[in-house]
């Protein structure tokens, strides 16, 4: 999922006027981008390998050799065939470093034309931005990646050490391609660390002010239970002085006032440090107070209560869905709720499973219905941190550089699990909120946020592939 930091550089109306005309490779980008926001890539229409054989398509004729591309099918889940894309540009200079990874995912989830200003799956670009479902979630990711390795090999770039591109058909859903390639397809993907362009990006306000630029280096640990209440029933009209829909409900109410105990990490601190920089109010007011004492409960409290950081400060587990009963003129035998929760790096599920049961007490069963994959903070590489700083300043000078943790969960995930450290690091941007739309109606990207994101590719590998 595409962190919220996500954002602008200047007031639309200035910026744009003062771009200059694209060169051959935002031209190139742009191709690419059209034709896969018009690749409906969504879980069921058998899509997902059209897009992989284009892009593979793309590679060959820029002249990376056919044996070091692979399109890798599978299914995400039973009857939807879906693929991964893989290939590798080796060291024309070796410097004995394992590769890097690039990842990014092919997928994007269900839009309809009804719900949409114009068709979703139709390219669209208008008044300074490229629309389309994917726009942002995560096929500007994908084309920048694509599109700045075709540029590198075209000018000449004699990388040091192997790059992995490694694109996925089915991160919004199952998650199968990420665990596939951290797993059973390590041959080809094994990697020192990797660069995600699914997290990362910066913001600015309406007004053109700076809300720094994320590098991602944490995610949650998505994990689902139940709550299920049980009884013998009877008929509706002899009420018992139990029910397990009451029940369930008294279960849900402790759940909705519960909190997890507050956690500090290298990431969450080193972004509440830069965040209070720029909050001047009682919420930076807390932020400096939680990170001088990390057991101040109040100030995490006051800081989870902000809209924008909701979920950054804890473990939160959320009721998404409920079921119950069997007949309108009978007792419910059966109350059940889906428990949807994002566990803090570090701690383990089984910790969560423990609490909830305590929430929900004795008559009330809980149980994991998804089992999520736990995966550690990655260190915060000074290398990479440089490359990200500089290829970030050299578009946008001075803005803040902000570890980040998502509340959310990419395929990087996967590869935490896996021991390789995987990095946030995209380039592009757009206005907050106006272009927090990925998911959403009327996805979009900035023209020049996209092409900004190609260059900062090519900088980014430059810098950590080169001499």
């Known amino acids: ?8 550089c200047l007031l639309l109306s200035t910026a744009f006027a003062a771009d200059p005309a694209p060169d051959k490779w935002d031209l190139k980008a742009r191709e690419i981008f059209a034709r896969s926001i018009e690749i409906p890539t969504v879980p069921g229409r058998g899509q ?15 002249g990376f050799p056919e044996s070091d591309i692979r399109i890798m099918p599978y299914q995400a889940r039973p009857g939807d065939d879906t693929a991964a894309l893989i290939v590798r540009w080796r060291a024309a200079q070796p410097s004995g470093k394992k590769p890097i990874l690039l990842l990014a995912h092919m997928d994007v989830v269900e839009a309809l034309a009804a719900d949409w200003s114009a068709d979703p799956f139709k390219f669209r670009e208008e008044g300074g931005y490229f629309y389309g479902r994917g726009a942002m979630d995560n096929k500007a990711g994908m084309v920048a990646i694509t599109t700045a390795l075709l540029r590198l090999r075209s000018e ?16 919004e859903t199952e998650g199968k391609g990420a665990s596939l390639g951290a797993k059973e397809w390590r041959e080809w ?21 700076s809300l720094g630029f994320g590098i991602q280096t944490a995610e949650k640990t998505y994990q689902t239970f139940t709550f299920s209440a049980r009884n013998k029933g009877g008929h509706s009209s002899r009420p018992r002085p139990d029910n397990a829909i009451y029940d369930l409900a008294a279960a849900l109410k402790r759940l909705e006032a519960h909190r997890f105990t507050p956690v500090l990490n290298e990431t969450t601190r080193a972004y509440f440090t830069e965040r209070a920089k720029m909050e001047k109010g009682p919420l930076g007011d807390a932020m400096r107070r939680w990170v001088a004492d ?30 119950g009963g069997h007949a309108d003129n009978a007792l419910p035998q059966l109350a059940r709720a889906t428990i949807n929760c994002r566990i803090m790096p570090g701690v383990d599920p089984k910790e969560v499973e423990a609490e ?35 290829a970030v300043h050299k578009r946008h000078p001075g ?27 995209d380039g592009s941007w757009g206005v907050s909120p106006d272009d927090e739309r990925a998911h959403g109606r009327d996805e979009r990207l900035p023209v020049k946020a996209l092409y900004d994101d190609v260059d900062h590719w090519v900088d980014m590998l430059k810098a950590l592939a080169g001499k």
């Open 294 to 323: 990390p057991d101040d409960g109040a100030a995490a409290d006051a800081i989870e209560a902000s809209e924008l950081e909701v979920g950054t400060t804890r473990t939160r587990c959320v009721a998404t869905r409920l079921e």
């Open 48 to 62: 997902m390998p059209a897009q992989a054989r284009y892009l593979a398509d793309q590679f060959k004729a820029g």
């Open 189 to 209: 993907t094994d990697a020192e660390f990797a660069l995600n362009s699914d997290a990362g990006g910066g913001a600015f306000t309406r007004d053109g002010r």
């Open 399 to 425: 803005v803040a550089i902000i570890p980040t943790m998502s509340t959310g969960a990419t395929d990087g995930l996967y590869f935490r699990a896996a021991g390789i450290p995987v990095y946030g690091v």
């Open 156 to 171: 000449g770039f004699r990388p040091t050490r192997d790059l992995i591109v490694f694109f996925t058909g089915d991160e």
């Open 1 to 8: 999922m595409r962190l919220a930091v996500l954002a602008a």
């Open 356 to 390: 909830l049961k305590r929430v929900a007490g004795a008559g009330v069963e809980v149980a994991v219905s998804d089992p999520g994959v736990p995966t550690p903070a990655s260190p915060l590489r000074a290398d990479v941190v440089r490359a990200y700083t500089e």
